[in-house]
């Protein structure tokens, strides 16, 4: 049973900064994207990040383009983000993903088939 583990989160002053890490175990297919998300109390899940296996391509939300960064391992098994000068707005539950299938968007929820628990991320002001 394919299990996403995230570690690295906590609390941080604005302006800090945070790396999370979300690592595959049992994962016997192909995984073509791997992703972050994020849900702030109240509301949806975003996409924050994701990178595609196969070539290294990056996508980054607007809210978090040039202050973050989003890398794999060489055995596409953990997916890392890096997010600096952080805001209190980046305060959330933030969930790594996988995707066997590059099927529509990179933030498209319905796309991914494998979920992390989850990890909080707060930031105060």
Same mark, same amino acid.
């Given at each position: /049973?394919? /299990? @996403?583990?995230?570690?690295?989160?906590?609390?941080?002053?604005? %302006?800090?900064?945070?790396? @999370?890490?979300?690592?595959?175990? *049992?994962?016997? =297919?192909?995984?073509?994207?791997?992703?972050?998300?994020?849900?702030?109390?109240?509301?949806?899940?975003?996409?924050? *990040? !994701?990178?595609?296996?196969?070539?290294?391509?990056?996508?980054? !939300? +607007?809210?978090?383009? %040039?202050?973050?960064?989003?890398?794999? +391992?060489? !055995?596409?098994? =953990?997916?890392?983000?890096?997010?600096?000068? @952080?805001?209190?707005?980046?305060?959330?539950?933030?969930? &790594?993903?996988?995707?066997?299938? &590059?099927?529509? !968007?990179?933030?498209?929820?319905?796309?991914?088939?494998?979920? %992390?628990?989850?990890?909080?991320?707060?930031?105060?002001?």
């Amino acid at each position: /049973q394919v /299990q @996403l583990v995230e570690s690295g989160g906590g609390s941080v002053q604005a %302006g800090g900064s945070l790396s @999370l890490s979300c690592v595959a175990s *049992a994962i016997t =297919t192909d995984v073509c994207v791997m992703g972050w998300f994020r849900q702030a109390a109240g509301k949806e899940r975003e996409g924050v *990040a !994701a990178i595609r296996t196969h070539d290294g391509r990056k996508w980054y !939300a +607007d809210s978090v383009k %040039g202050r973050s960064s989003v890398s794999q +391992d060489n !055995a596409k098994t =953990t997916v890392y983000l890096e997010m600096n000068s @952080l805001k209190p707005e980046d305060t959330g539950m933030y969930y &790594c993903a996988f995707a066997r299938v &590059c099927m529509g !968007a990179w933030d498209a929820i319905s796309m991914y088939d494998y979920w %992390g628990q989850g990890i909080q991320v707060t930031v105060s002001s």
